[in-house]
């Protein structure tokens, strides 16, 4: 978490970036680097719109490793009043759904911001602008120590920038 705060600081600090006009559902995001700059790794994160998934939104969370042909889909849970939005396991990515609730399964609490790093409202539908950033502060240590982790996949923990609008 702290490096994840000193990330936001040090993007802070250098200025906006350039973050494009894009609706959630096609934007793709990737992993960002302590000094601000995107790190170079086969991780990303895309949304999609899954019925099988329905919690409270069709909206979800797909991450994936292209090195190694891995992906796991999240679903959102978004609290009311002064509470954080989740994101909750789903399963691996083409598998049969079923909703669990196992201690030890991968998720984080997930956080919003805009160019300049400011917090914004979580998005609910795929047509949502996306944000410029995203904020997970627990996925890399709940894959890392998750029930049936083989520790190849261990998404980084902390902040994504959206890349490029699919």
Same mark, same amino acid.
């Given at each position: 978490? /702290?490096?994840?705060?000193?990330?936001?600081?040090?993007?802070?600090?250098?200025?906006?970036?350039c973050?494009?006009?894009?609706?959630?559902?096609r934007a793709?995001?990737?992993?960002?680097?302590a000094?601000?700059?995107?790190?170079?790794?086969?991780?990303?994160?895309?949304? #999609?719109d899954?019925?099988?998934?329905?919690?409270?939104?069709?909206l979800?969370?797909?991450?994936r490793?292209?090195e190694?042909?891995?992906? =796991?889909?999240?679903? =959102?849970? $978004?609290?009311? @009043? =002064? @509470?954080?939005?989740?994101?909750?396991y789903?399963?691996?990515?083409?598998?049969?759904?079923?909703?669990?609730?196992?201690? @030890?399964?991968?998720g984080?609490?997930? !956080?919003?911001?805009?160019?300049q790093?400011?917090?914004v409202?979580?998005?609910y539908?795929?047509?949502? /602008?996306?944000?410029? =950033? !995203? !904020?997970?502060?627990?996925m #890399?240590?709940? $894959?890392?120590?998750?029930?049936?982790?083989?520790?190849?996949f261990v998404p980084?923990?902390?902040?994504?920038k959206?890349?490029?609008? /699919?």
């Open positions: 978490m /702290k490096r994840a705060l000193l990330t936001l600081f040090v993007i802070a600090l250098a200025g906006p970036v973050a494009q006009e894009c609706p959630i559902g793709v995001y990737g992993p960002v680097g000094a601000g700059e995107l790190v170079p790794t086969a991780y990303e994160l895309t949304h #999609g899954r019925q099988e998934l329905r919690r409270q939104s069709n979800s969370v797909t991450i490793n292209t190694i042909s891995r992906a =796991y889909d999240f679903t =959102y849970a $978004f609290s009311n @009043g =002064y @509470g954080r939005t989740h994101l909750v789903a399963g691996r990515s083409g598998e049969t759904r079923r909703q669990k609730s196992e201690q @030890g399964t991968p984080s609490p997930i !956080l919003f911001f805009d160019e790093i400011k917090t409202q979580p998005v539908a795929m047509k949502d /602008k996306a944000p410029a =950033y !995203l !904020l997970m502060p627990e #890399g240590v709940t $894959f890392w120590y998750g029930g049936d982790s083989d520790r190849k980084p923990d902390g902040l994504w959206i890349v490029s609008c /699919k």
